[in-house]
């Protein structure tokens, strides 16, 4: 006999048994009212199945789900085993799958939905970061760090569109910038172009992260004022020296195409004094940030990000750093009532290999992705054959436009956290360390989506139940 021939079968056992209780009871005769009262009124008996059919259907639905969740289970319990890993699995009506849940595992790039939920939940989904040019008494304009992750020349966004977890990124322009100040009346700076990154720490590559990700080009130099995801130039993967004044470089590049001169060239320099603003560029929303972050796995915008909500406005000594950040994400976790046993972070992207966290808390954060403050997070997870790191995967599969979710994956660590969409949308949390190669972690992220979203719908068909 089938599996599809077994359930069938199960599901007419249960209504059955629970019809012929609703039989019984219809059976009994009903109470009329003592001679002389009033006629009484029609009744239907209490367990008369115009009054259980919820009963029926939840009955039928959690001995399916109960079914759907051993298979589940077993099935993923194979594809793990050699392998440390971690799983859960959500559906309409609960869980369906646990494994391990609690142990603390390196999340890679999974790591990133931590960093994304503590920032909508501390800045707010519209915030912006606003890069300022100032003037001051001496003559000189002061171009003043806002903490824009995503502050980019022309050249440097025709290059990541070209690619394909980028195609549909958003930046904010510095061309923008330089048309704005052209805007404000500037013709010639007889002082010089300052620039000023003091509201992060000048800290540009953390000691948790393994040397090749500079040569890699897997992140930038980071700093407040940052241009082209920190990079020495815009198509070329090697972090900038000083991110700050390759900004005030190109910018007074933009300038001088324009017909403004700055005299004094560019050097570094802090706001201060009697200062005018001339001019501003804000960057897209933090929700739009987020969703680029999630969709591409962009590392930079993590760890940008990561600083940023450790910002203290009107604070001009402290700067903002890694570790502040990290802090904060944490005690954000406490306020959203995430759990966080185990967690261990030394970054912001999931880069560093000493990072940790288990699928009871990934699982969590897909669940407040429902939630009206965090739905940038719903947004901007990968979609399997069509976005982000997942554009060019799973195409031409059952999953392809269903699968959505955050990838990770650095040397021995591999993971996938997100949506199965369908009649039952199934959550669901991956993360697998151990020695397999890059090949073999991806296959496995394959396998374990694929085992999810093989569950079968459990809903009740809507005919079990005669109408009312």
């Given at each position: 006999m089938t599996r599809r021939r077994r359930a069938s079968f199960a599901l007419v056992a249960i209504a059955c048994a629970v019809g012929a209780v609703l039989f019984l009871a219809a059976a009994r005769p009903i109470r009329t009212a003592p001679s002389g009262a009033g006629a009484p009124s029609a009744r239907t008996p209490l367990w008369s199945a115009r009054r259980v059919p919820a009963l029926l259907v939840r009955t039928v639905e959690h001995a399916a789900q109960a079914r759907a969740g051993t298979a589940l289970t077993k099935k993923l319990?194979?594809?793990?085993?050699p392998v440390r890993a971690c799983v859960a699995v959500d559906g309409a009506n609960g869980s369906l799958a646990r494994i391990d849940t609690d142990l603390a595992l390196a999340p890679a790039s999974t790591l990133k939905l931590l960093t994304a939920t503590a920032a909508l939940n501390r800045l707010g989904p519209d915030h912006r970061f606003t890069t300022r040019v100032l003037a001051d008494r001496a003559g000189n304009l002061v171009l003043v760090g806002g903490g824009d992750p995503l502050l980019?020349?022309?050249e440097h966004i025709v290059y990541e569109h070209a690619r394909a977890p980028y195609r549909e990124a958003p930046f904010t322009a510095l061309t923008g910038l330089a048309e704005a100040v052209a805007a404000a009346g500037v013709h010639d700076v007889s002082g010089a172009l300052l620039v000023d990154d003091h509201v992060h720490d000048t800290l540009r590559f953390l000691p948790a992260w393994k040397p090749i990700y500079a040569q890699e080009g897997d992140v930038g130099a980071l700093g407040a004022l940052t241009v082209d995801g920190g990079h020495a130039d815009a198509r070329d993967q090697t972090p900038a020296p000083d991110p700050a004044l390759t900004t005030g470089q190109r910018l007074a590049a933009m300038l001088g195409a324009r017909g403004i001169t700055i005299t004094g060239g560019v050097r570094r320099g802090l706001a201060s004094g009697d200062l005018r603003e001339v001019a501003h560029v804000d960057s897209p929303s933090l929700s739009d940030i987020v969703g680029e972050m999630l969709t591409s796995s962009d590392n930079y915008t993590a760890e940008e990000l990561s600083r940023d909500i450790a910002v203290r406005p009107g604070s001009g000594e402290?700067?903002?750093?890694?570790?502040?950040g990290i802090r904060i994400v944490e005690d954000e976790m406490d306020v959203l009532g995430v759990p966080r046993t185990g967690l261990v972070?030394?970054?912001?992207?999931?880069?560093?290999?000493a990072d940790r966290v288990n699928c009871t808390t990934m699982l969590r954060l897909i669940?407040?992705?429902?939630?009206?403050?965090?739905?940038?997070?719903?947004?901007?997870?990968a979609v399997a054959a069509r976005t982000g790191t997942l554009a060019?995967?799973?195409v031409g599969d059952p999953l392809a436009g269903r699968l959505r979710a955050?990838?990770?994956?650095?040397a021995g660590v591999v993971g996938l956290v997100g949506v199965v969409d369908g009649p039952d949308a199934l959550r669901f949390a991956f993360l697998a360390n151990g020695d397999f190669s890059a090949g073999a972690g991806a296959q496995l992220q394959v396998e374990v989506a694929r085992a999810v979203g093989s569950v079968p719908d459990v809903r009740a068909p809507p005919d079990l139940v005669p109408p009312p």
């Open positions: 319990g194979e594809i793990v085993a980019a020349t022309p402290v700067p903002a750093t890694t570790e502040l972070m030394r970054d912001g992207s999931g880069l560093a290999p669940e407040l992705a429902t939630e009206p403050r965090f739905a940038a997070i719903d947004r901007g997870l060019q995967r799973f955050k990838t990770g994956s650095i």
